[in-house]
């Protein structure tokens, strides 16, 4: 079996154009002979309307026909979207002048002459279907390969928002966590308060009051109103600071921002990561730089680099280091440099390090998308660039560069 018979697996619809009876009567015949469908047309009318009921595979028109001619019969179907993409084989009477180019040009798609030879008619109209055919398998692979990329586009954003739900989930327990240990000591403090207001009663119920004892249940009662004071401010500014970054993480608003102020509320939120560890934190940021742009897409990418270099660079904060953070203005560009003197990077890693699902700690539940919203967050959201070099053993720098609007407070 040829390559041809195998991909025509079945004999295709055909629909022949011509105005005289003997040759249309022939043409059908040789061609229901040899298994395929053949609908007659005895003019360029009717053959239109037979395209519009049922769409052939292939057509053989005729040229010199009254009223509507081929040519015009062929220039109308490849006008219609409908219609356009069926081959259309010509065919002219030898003594009759044909203008191939015009054939050609009008969308034709091969011609053959009169008095025509069987065979050539059989092979003209049995390659013309092979590549029908094939042109619509391509057709059909390639709506899809369309359709496999959407879905493949349309679950990226999905993994990648769920991503950026499960770091607002971390963001929240981490809080919760913060929150936890001014509270603690706070409500221990006032319930000291309580037993100590109850002794003072006490005291002043007593005909005689020992000033030394009173005096010393006062200092009493004044150190733990000192530390509850202390304890719910520093829980009333982590839970401002969690207002700030949990909206700024949500809202992709532009907005007027201390750079300073954002990057310290980041290692505020993570600071229950870092305690625990020899990593020394270090900002070198003006503290005055105020900028128009967007706080939640730099707070999601420090907070990013962080976690890396806790993870990565400090083998999850065993190892001690640095990091450091450097914010610098040029022009109207803010200049982010950002440092650790970890383990760093091996070079054929570092080009794929930004590459979705990319992660040397699948194992440990990395899902390698970390540096990817980071470059996505700096490319299409701030405007700007990224870019990291590190080395083995010399720990990363990161660094980005993004167009804002500056303002600078006195
Ligand atoms: N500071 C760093 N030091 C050493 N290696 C790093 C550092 N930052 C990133 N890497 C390397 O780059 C890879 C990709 O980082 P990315 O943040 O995209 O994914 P991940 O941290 O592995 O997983 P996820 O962030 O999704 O939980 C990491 O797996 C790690 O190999
Ligand atoms: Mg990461």
Excluded: W
């Amino acid at each position: 079996m040829s390559e041809n018979e195998k991909i025509v697996e079945k004999p295709g619809n055909i629909l022949v154009v011509d105005d005289t009876p003997a040759n249309l009567r022939l043409l059908t015949k040789l061609l229901s002979d040899n298994g395929y469908e053949v609908r007659p047309a005895p003019n360029g009318t009717l053959a239109l309307k037979s395209v519009a009921l049922i769409l052939p595979d292939l057509i053989l028109l005729d040229i010199m026909m009254p009223d509507l001619d081929g040519y015009e019969v062929c220039r109308r179907l490849k006008a219609s979207e409908h219609s356009r993409d069926i081959p259309i084989i010509f065919i002219s009477a030898i003594n009759e002048t044909m203008d191939k180019v015009k054939a050609f040009n009008i969308g034709g798609i091969d011609y053959i002459t009169k008095p025509f030879e069987a065979d050539e008619v059989l092979a003209r109209v049995k390659t013309h279907l092979t590549v029908r055919l094939m042109q619509k398998k391509v057709a059909e692979k390639t709506d899809q390969l369309h359709a496999k990329v959407e879905e493949l586009i349309q679950t990226r954003q999905e993994l990648v928002q769920s991503e950026k739900m499960a770091s607002l989930g971390r963001l929240v327990a981490g809080f919760a966590h913060e929150l936890n240990t001014p509270i603690g000591v706070a409500v221990g403090a006032a319930s000291s308060l309580h037993g100590n207001t109850k002794a003072i009663n006490k005291l002043l119920e007593q005909e005689e009051v020992d000033e030394d004892e009173l005096v010393e249940t006062l200092e009493t009662i004044n150190e733990a109103a000192d530390l509850t004071l202390s304890n719910l401010k520093r829980a009333a500014n982590l839970v401002s600071s969690f207002k700030r970054t949990a909206i700024d993480q949500t809202s992709e608003e532009m907005r007027h921002f201390q750079v300073k102020t954002t990057l310290d509320d980041v290692i505020n939120t993570l600071h229950n990561q870092f305690k625990q560890t020899a990593i020394e934190i270090q900002v070198d940021c003006p503290n005055d730089l105020a900028v128009y742009s967007l706080p939640g897409a730099l707070e999601q990418i420090l907070t990013n680099l962080m976690m890396n270099s806790l993870i990565h660079g400090f083998s999850e904060g065993k190892e001690a280091g640095h990091i450091t953070i450097a914010v610098t203005l040029l022009g109207k560009h803010l200049h982010l440099a950002y440092s650790d003197t970890g383990k760093g990077i091996e070079s054929d890693t570092v080009e794929k390090i930004f590459e979705p699902f990319f992660t040397t700690h699948r194992a440990h539940g990395g899902s390698g998308l970390g540096l990817y919203i980071c470059y996505n967050l700096v490319k299409t959201q701030l405007r700007g660039t990224i870019t990291c070099e590190s080395s083995p053993g010399k720990g990363v720098l990161f660094k980005m560069n993004y167009p804002i609007s500056m303002e600078l407070y006195q």
